[in-house]
């Protein structure tokens, strides 16, 4: 039914805290992404998953970046420890099938600020 | 590696006609998308070239150059609520590779 929906909207969080943000895509789509959106620049790559499977995760800038589908649907991005440098919008993206040219759908975004 | 390269900013007339140029050097390349977005709101789909030409949608029209690595975005019929960002977004493997975006200010 409804489009990729994303939760929080915003996000204020203090240097050093964990935060998880949370992603639920369109009903029924295989493949799931997200994306980090800093001010004025356009979104890059962190992870992509294929239902439940996380086959690419080479955009993730460290280890303090997690992310998880664990039953194919509702994706979690969790980011310990954050630093300032972590404040951006977060965007997730979700379609159909796997492997292919479809287009990708985007959530609202989460905007993360640490302060 | 990705490189994708777009103007900043452009500003144009309502009723005119605006041209937002993009180009790519990008592996395993598939395809390029345009996005529209909103200060503060999720990308939303325009369109998908795959094969060189022009494909026309509306009052939006892409084309791509797949031996030149370039892309253009055409907006006819300019309205005001036109004013957007407009991000070109190379395909290859799974993800998409979007430039800095191009500010649009369109203007009474």
């Known amino acids: 039914g409804a489009g990729v929906s994303q939760s929080p909207r915003y996000k204020v969080a203090k240097r050093g805290q964990d935060v998880a943000l949370r992603c639920d895509p369109i009903s029924g789509h295989v493949s799931l992404f997200w994306y980090q959106q800093a001010l004025g620049q356009g979104p890059e790559f962190l992870t992509y998953?294929?239902?439940?499977?996380?086959?690419?995760k080479s955009g993730l800038p460290s280890d303090r970046f997690f992310a998880e589908r664990p039953e194919g649907s509702v994706s979690t991005l969790k980011i310990q420890r954050t630093q300032q440098e972590d404040s951006a919008v977060y965007l997730c993206?979700?379609?159909?099938?796997?492997?292919?040219?479809?287009?990708?759908?985007f959530g609202p975004g989460t905007r993360l600020t640490v302060l | 590696g990705q490189n994708i390269d777009q103007p900043t900013e452009m500003t144009a007339t309502e009723g005119a006609i605006v041209q937002i140029n993009c180009t790519y050097q990008?592996?395993?390349?598939?395809?390029l998308f345009w996005y529209q977005q909103h200060a503060g709101e999720a990308p939303t789909f325009l369109s998908y070239n795959v094969l060189d030409g022009l494909e026309e949608k509306g009052r939006f029209s892409s084309f791509l150059s797949r031996s030149k690595g370039y892309s253009y975005l055409l907006l006819k019929e300019l309205q005001m609520k036109d004013s957007a960002s407009y991000l070109c977004?190379?395909?290859?493997?799974?993800?998409?590779?979007f430039g800095k975006g191009t500010s649009l200010l369109v203007t009474p």
């Open positions: 993206a979700s379609f159909r099938l796997a492997g292919t040219t479809d287009t990708q759908y």
């Open positions: 990008t592996s395993g390349f598939n395809g």
């Open positions: 977004a190379a395909h290859s493997g799974y993800a998409l590779n």
């Open positions: 998953f294929q239902n439940e499977a996380q086959l690419d």
